[in-house]
């Protein structure tokens, strides 16, 4: 049984916005990435392992918004 039309405009206005917001979530963390890089160049060597430990924080974070990207794409495309 499928959607009326606007109940169906509407879970695709919700999905696209969803994807906007991954997307600069995505861009956000990307800018953070490359300004702790920027400021671990001028960090004493003692402090380096926190920014280390941030850095690994971005990255699990990029990659936890990269699978949950992949699983609403799949998703998407198996309801269409």
């Given at each position: 049984?499928?959607q009326?039309?606007?109940?169906?405009a509407?879970?695709e206005?919700s999905a696209?916005?969803?994807?906007h917001t991954?997307?600069?979530?995505?861009?956000?963390?990307?800018?953070?990435e490359?300004?702790?890089?920027?400021?671990?160049?001028w960090?004493?060597?003692?402090?380096?392992?926190?920014?280390?430990?941030a850095?690994s924080?971005v990255?699990?974070?990029l990659?936890?918004l990269h699978?949950?990207?992949t699983?609403?794409?799949?998703?998407?495309?198996?309801?269409?």
């Amino acid at each position: 049984m499928s959607q009326p039309p606007a109940a169906a405009a509407d879970v695709e206005a919700s999905a696209a916005k969803d994807r906007h917001t991954l997307s600069e979530t995505a861009c956000d963390l990307i800018v953070i990435e490359h300004r702790l890089r920027d400021v671990r160049r001028w960090t004493p060597e003692t402090a380096r392992a926190h920014l280390d430990a941030a850095l690994s924080s971005v990255a699990t974070a990029l990659d936890a918004l990269h699978a949950e990207h992949t699983h609403r794409t799949t998703t998407e495309q198996e309801q269409s």
